[in-house]
């Protein structure tokens, strides 16, 4: 009686346990990369979120606070602007004139504050404000003297501390002793500065020479250093 031959498995077909091992082992080298890379950039992306998040509650902040402050600027503003108004329209003005007027002592008071300490240099203007001031007295003037040091005096036209700079000046007139001391007494009674630092007088009560040397003051304006904050 004839049997069957049963076929009898060959090595190529039966799987080693070290190649079972290898594929174990990639197996599990894989997964643990992959989750280890997740785990290292859900740590990474927390920080990034949470550092956001915690420069974004600054910046609400640092809104929250500038908001309050410009409602106060806000307010103040118009507090200070009804206050100008109030203050330049007054009659009579700070030094008893007209606020109308085109008297010596006349004008509203926002200008005579200017014109008692002016914001730039302005020899030629000083000039003028002290030729005004001896004619009206009847004074012959003779002669005006001082240096004209406008150019420079350009690069001190604003400062975030300002203070006034002297602007010497020396004048000789004629006329009577009367007039003279009337002359004193304007420049000292003056809304702008003067002092007086020496006099010298010469001739009769009638017939006198008197000169000068003085200096008055101009005063650079304030910088407002509107500047800005960096949130970090």
Request: aromatic content about 6%; hydrophobic content about 40%.
């Given at each position: 009686?004839?049997?069957?031959?049963?076929?009898?498995?060959?090595?190529?077909?039966?799987?080693?346990?070290?190649?079972?091992?290898?594929?174990?082992?990639?197996?599990?080298?894989?997964?643990?990369?992959?989750?280890?890379?997740?785990?290292?950039?859900?740590?990474?992306?927390?920080?990034?979120?949470?550092?956001?998040?915690?420069?974004?509650?600054?910046?609400?902040?640092?809104?929250?606070?500038?908001?309050?402050?410009?409602?106060?600027?806000?307010?103040?503003?118009?507090?200070?602007?009804?206050?100008?108004?109030?203050?330049?329209?007054?009659?009579?003005?700070?030094?008893?004139?007209?606020?109308?007027?085109?008297?010596?002592?006349?004008?509203?008071?926002?200008?005579?504050?200017?014109?008692?300490?002016?914001?730039?240099?302005?020899?030629?203007?000083?000039?003028?404000?002290?030729?005004?001031?001896?004619?009206?007295?009847?004074?012959?003037?003779?002669?005006?003297?001082?240096?004209?040091?406008?150019?420079?005096?350009?690069?001190?036209?604003?400062?975030?501390?300002p203070a006034p700079v002297d602007m010497p000046f020396q004048v000789t007139v004629t006329g009577n002793y009367t007039a003279m001391q009337d002359l004193i007494n304007d420049f000292q009674n003056s809304i702008r500065p003067f002092q007086?630092?020496?006099?010298?007088?010469?001739?009769?009560?009638?017939?006198?020479?008197?000169?000068?040397?003085?200096?008055?003051?101009?005063?650079?304006?304030?910088?407002?250093?509107?500047?800005?904050?960096?949130?970090?």
């Amino acid at each position: 009686m004839a049997t069957a031959n049963t076929p009898t498995p060959t090595a190529a077909a039966t799987p080693t346990k070290r190649v079972l091992v290898d594929k174990a082992n990639t197996v599990i080298v894989t997964v643990t990369a992959v989750a280890a890379f997740v785990i290292i950039f859900s740590l990474v992306a927390s920080k990034t979120l949470l550092s956001q998040a915690m420069y974004q509650n600054r910046v609400a902040g640092a809104k929250k606070d500038t908001l309050a402050l410009l409602k106060k600027d806000i307010t103040a503003s118009n507090d200070l602007v009804t206050s100008y108004k109030a203050f330049n329209s007054a009659d009579p003005n700070i030094i008893n004139g007209s606020s109308t007027g085109n008297g010596a002592n006349d004008g509203p008071n926002a200008r005579i504050v200017l014109d008692a300490l002016p914001s730039s240099y302005d020899f030629p203007a000083l000039v003028t404000s002290l030729e005004k001031i001896i004619t009206a007295r009847g004074l012959t003037i003779q002669s005006i003297q001082g240096s004209d040091d406008e150019v420079a005096q350009q690069g001190n036209q604003s400062s975030a501390t300002p203070a006034p700079v002297d602007m010497p000046f020396q004048v000789t007139v004629t006329g009577n002793y009367t007039a003279m001391q009337d002359l004193i007494n304007d420049f000292q009674n003056s809304i702008r500065p003067f002092q007086i630092q020496t006099e010298s007088l010469s001739g009769d009560e009638n017939s006198m020479t008197m000169t000068l040397s003085a200096q008055t003051f101009y005063q650079p304006e304030k910088d407002l250093n509107i500047g800005s904050k960096v949130i970090k």
